[in-house]
């Protein structure tokens, strides 16, 4: 069974950059039929599309948040990782990770970790 | 940018009811749209992709159906494990959900 498990601070700084991990196991993040997404979701809000990449590295993201977003991969730990930066209080929410089948479709997530924003 | 409608935001019902929840894209889609349920603190759950398809172990009571821009999911007869919030999400290009629709015990 697939499982997916986001890893990472907390609490991060107004201004500082957002840091998370997505550990994929029971199946092979080298998978050639998937790529891998972030999603997030502020509380009481709804979801949010962050971006996504493939295990080869190619990544595409979410226009509004292009500019302070990276996604990599790393595929010897079958890992994929999200950094945002320059963060607000705006960018509290759960952060999701989750499997991402063509050509755009959710069908396995993990079970979300709180992001707060604060000093 | 692809816009998700979903009517209506808030729904209350009781268990052996019969629910419709409509999904409108400001675009045509043809059948690329999934429906999704999410339960308090839980991730959500993939219920039906392209546009009907139910996803595998999802109990039949529920369907989807419509292409285009206007889509529907339906419920045929409420159980009270289904009260939770439902997101539709267009599967081109960028994914982009609607703002969710949360159905209530009456």
């Known amino acids: 069974q697939l499982q997916l498990q986001e890893s990472g601070p907390g609490l991060v700084k107004p201004s500082e950059t957002l840091s998370l991990t997505c550990t994929v196991s029971?199946?092979?993040?080298?998978?050639?039929?998937?790529?891998w997404g972030w999603i997030r979701q502020p509380p009481g809000k709804g979801l949010e599309w962050i971006g996504s990449i493939y295990y080869s590295g190619s990544t595409y993201y979410n226009p509004s948040l292009k500019s302070r977003v990276t996604i990599s991969v790393d595929t010897s730990k079958n890992q994929f990782s999200l950094k945002l930066s320059s963060v607000t209080a705006a960018d509290t929410a759960v952060y999701y990770c989750a499997r991402q089948g063509l050509p755009t479709l959710f069908d396995y997530w993990g079970q979300g970790t709180l992001v707060t924003v604060s000093s | 940018d692809i816009q998700l409608t979903q009517s209506p935001s808030f729904l209350s019902a009781s268990v052996g009811d019969r629910v419709t929840i409509t999904c409108r894209a400001s675009q045509g889609i043809s059948s690329y749209l999934a429906w999704y349920q999410q339960k308090p603190g839980k991730a959500p759950k993939l219920l039906i992709y392209a546009a009907s398809t139910l996803q595998s172990g999802v109990p039949s009571r529920f369907s989807g159906s419509g292409s285009g821009t206007e889509f529907t999911l339906t419920i045929s007869s409420l159980q009270p494990e289904d009260f939770a919030t439902y997101y539709c999400?267009?599967?081109?290009?960028?994914?982009?959900f609607g703002q969710g629709t949360r159905l209530e015990i009456k």
């Open positions: 029971g199946g092979s993040i080298s998978s050639s039929s998937y790529y």
């Open positions: 999400q267009q599967l081109n290009s960028y994914p982009a």
